[in-house]
């Protein structure tokens, strides 16, 4: 089929839009889009971007000849994925932007967004908007349809347009609708300058906005689950086979997603790719390039080429995507009655064993509840002990460490208990140099201990440029107790300290008053950084509110990590969480998203900020090789800096050791 149905192809001119000046003045046309969900418009952020320079909360309007009666509504971008310093040449996976409507409840069209992370390899059709060639110089815009080849695959998201057809000005952000399967597989990007033909995002890079795809996504199929009747977007695609033959019929999909729809998704998308697995029988090994997000694009992976695999394969995988939310406190109950009444419909009952028969792996069962864990406070001023290592490079060997311990003794005063006297003559002297420091705090803590219960907790002075220490994994035993834990950060609660605010006076910077007003919000919250879609601003970082948290999704040592830092320092924040395996580049990707919905987590079980500390060390104790899922705290580290005790300076005293 070459020409796409009728119904389907009036449908997707209903659902694409214009994007207007805030006025919505038509003849001030910036480009096109389409209503991917009830109030929400995709289009590519390089439509909006000469006119919305600062992202995110820039307002337009979004007028459409099937929308509306042609009235142009009031809108706002809500998000978008270019990066902090976006050039000119913008990649396909970053040239995405959400556009929402301010009235959400204006009734509109909405496209049927594959489910499935495909790049075509045949004709589609493009619709959009472009400047009437008939009206005077700047005249209102008119709908454009054309079609397109795909023939050539650009990156893991874009799509190349053969020659033959020209693309005027204002098409991009338009959708691409396939005439085969009647579904919208991306969007336009660009035409080819000075040449026919031009480039398109394929459907999969849609993903790269996290967690607001998938809420995006639950209204796109909370939406056409409710659309019933012969005119609809799911009502005009075609069957596989013959009528009559059982197979997994576009109604079937479009009543699964939207039952899927209200299931509460895993964190990551490891789950999701292994119930896919699981339901096609082990064989499904979705691509390298495939990134999922949700049960929804668990789904999309049960085809064969463009056709859906068996009805019983997806039943299989409806049913332990129940399973795996059931597990884990979510309802299921419309969905186990619906994939039922559907398996009545499978001829040969000897089938269904397969169907009810199938039960999760074990490793994507949940772990036991454990006993409520005590959580210890870190102390502060005056309620408890602390260790204290100070760690400064050498000037003339950045290899060697000059270091100091101190004991914190819980009044308000310190004494030093070990200092770096030199090294060996040997030629691994940097070896020798943090050797004899970890022995020599394996035998202070082992000395200044309480009681095995409440091991004293750690903190480490560095400067910014050494925030990437992995101190954490220091092994302070050489041979660690049978069965036991061995890495520093798992043992006891470890922090680190900014070496730079040494000396520094407290209200400095306002790092007193913004500790004292995080310590007091009813809710820490993961505040990104850098700041996303401009350049870094100090702004952006001394105007957080209380209880945000800083969090860096890459190492903090270099790059644009360290500026991020250091803004952070500058600003006074006393409490940030970096990742020192992340990236070090500019841009994020779809592991930035998921940290920071991991640390918010953490943060959702905090009940007061002192209580950090040992929250993430559980999560340290819980790292199981075995289970994916509880290593990511494992590359985090935390600053906690309480301006309340000074970092001790340099005309301390040694002391003998206990």
Sequence with gaps: MNEPDHVVNTLAAAATVQLLPADGTGRDFWGSGFFIAPGWVLTCAHVLRPHLPAGPGGCLAVRGDGFNDGIPAPAEVVAWQLAEKEGASIPPERDLALVRLLDRETDHECVWFTDRDVRPMHTVVVHGYRPDPQAAPGGGPVSFVAKAGINVLSGDHGLVIEPGAEYPKGVSGGPLLDPFTGEVVGLIKSRRKDKEGGLAIAAGALRGFGDRYREVMAAHDRWHAARTGHHTWTARQPSPG????????????????????????????????????????????????????????????????????????????????????????????????????????????????????????????????????????????????????VMEPLHDDPALVEWTIHLFNGEGSSEQVGAYEGPAPRTDAAWHNHQTLRRRLHDVLHAEDPDAAHPLPVEIALPLSRFDTPVHRWQLQDAAPLGGLT?????????????????????????????????????????????????????????????????????????????????????????????????????????????????????????????????????????????????????????????GRPLPTDDEHTLDSP
């Design 242 to 389: 013959p009528a009559g033959t059982g197979g997994w019929t576009p109604r079937d999909r479009r009543e699964a997603l939207g039952l899927l729809a209200a299931l509460p998704g895993p964190a990551t998308g490891g789950p999701v790719a292994a119930v896919a697995r699981q339901a096609a029988g082990g064989d499904l090994l979705p691509p390298a390039r495939t990134v999922l997000r949700s049960w929804r694009d668990g789904h999309g992976l049960l085809y064969d080429g463009e056709q859906p695999l068996d009805p019983l394969v997806h039943l299989r995988y409806l049913r332990l995507a129940a399973q795996y939310a059931g597990a884990r406190g979510g309802g299921t109950g419309p969905l186990s009655d619906w994939i039922d009444r559907r398996l009545e419909q499978v001829a040969e009952p000897l089938h269904h064993e397969l169907v009810t028969g199938v039960r999760l792996p074990a490793a994507l069962l949940p772990d036991p509840v454990r006993p409520e864990r005590i959580v210890l406070p870190y102390p502060g001023p005056k309620e408890g002990p602390v260790v204290t290592v």
């Design 487 to 643: 890495q520093l950060g798992a043992q006891r609660r470890l922090v680190v300290r900014d070496l730079g605010r040494r000396g520094q006076w407290r209200g400095e910077a306002g790092w007193e008053s913004r500790w004292q007003s995080t310590a007091e919000a009813q809710q820490l919250t993961v505040a990104r950084i850098p700041e996303p879609g401009t350049a870094q601003r100090p702004a952006y970082y001394e105007t957080l509110p209380p209880g945000a948290v800083p969090v860096l999704c890459r190492p903090a040592g270099r790059g644009a990590g360290s500026a991020a830092m250091e803004l952070t320092l500058r600003a006074g924040h006393g409490i940030a969480l970096w990742d020192i395996a992340g990236r070090a580049g500019h841009s994020c990707g779809p592991y930035c998203d998921e940290l920071r919905t991991r640390v918010q987590t953490l943060f959702d079980g905090v009940g007061r900020t002192a209580e950090l500390p040992d929250r993430l060390r559980h999560l340290r104790e819980d790292i199981d090789q075995r289970h994916p899922g509880t290593q990511w705290p494992e590359p985090l580290m935390l600053l906690y800096d309480d301006p």
